[in-house]
C-alpha cells in the first residue's frame, strides 16, 4: 500500500487526486488541513488552451473526525482561462453536501447513524 493509497482511507478521492496538501495545522481539538488545486487543466476543456490565472476563494469544510479532533478542510481552486476566448472557466466541484458545510460522505455517515 503507497502513502497515496493510504490517504485515500482518510480523506475524499477527488482531494487526494486532484489537490496538493499545502500546510496544516494541528491542536488540541482540531485538524486544519489546507489544499490548492494542482495545475491540471479540467478535462472536459481539453480542446482548449487554458491557463492558470489564480484561485478562488478558499472554501472550508467540516469532515470526518480524525483520533477524536475535529477536522478541516480548507479548499483553494484554480481558475483558468481560455487564452483564445478570454472566458474563466472553473472546474465544477460538488465538494459540499446540500445545505452543509460538510463532505457528502460525512454528511451521509451522520445521516445513516442518526436512524
Given at each position: 500500500?503507497?502513502?497515496?493509497?493510504?490517504?485515500?482511507?482518510m480523506?475524499?478521492?477527488?482531494?487526494?487526486?486532484?489537490?496538493?496538501?499545502?500546510?496544516?495545522?494541528?491542536?488540541?481539538?482540531?485538524?486544519?488541513?489546507?489544499?490548492?488545486?494542482?495545475?491540471?487543466?479540467?478535462q472536459?476543456f481539453?480542446?482548449?488552451?487554458?491557463?492558470?490565472?489564480?484561485?478562488?476563494?478558499?472554501?472550508?469544510?467540516?469532515?470526518?473526525?480524525?483520533?477524536?479532533?475535529?477536522?478541516?478542510?480548507?479548499?483553494?481552486?484554480?481558475?483558468w482561462?481560455?487564452?483564445?476566448?478570454?472566458?474563466?472557466?472553473?472546474?465544477?466541484?460538488?465538494?459540499?453536501?446540500k445545505?452543509?458545510?460538510?463532505?457528502?460522505?460525512?454528511?451521509?455517515?451522520?445521516?445513516?447513524?442518526n436512524?
Open positions: 500500500m503507497t502513502p497515496i493509497d493510504l490517504l485515500k482511507f480523506l475524499p478521492d477527488f482531494l487526494v487526486e486532484h489537490f496538493e496538501m499545502v500546510s496544516t495545522n494541528n491542536s488540541e481539538e482540531t485538524l486544519h488541513l489546507y489544499f490548492k488545486e494542482k495545475v491540471k487543466p479540467p472536459e481539453n480542446a482548449f488552451e487554458l491557463v492558470s490565472k489564480g484561485f478562488l476563494d478558499e472554501i472550508t469544510i467540516q469532515d470526518f473526525p480524525l483520533r477524536g479532533k475535529f477536522v478541516y478542510l480548507h479548499i483553494k481552486r484554480r481558475r482561462t481560455n487564452k483564445t476566448t478570454g472566458e474563466i472557466i472553473k472546474r465544477d466541484w460538488q465538494l459540499v453536501a445545505g452543509t458545510r460538510m463532505t457528502q460522505e460525512f454528511a451521509a455517515f451522520l445521516k445513516e447513524i436512524r
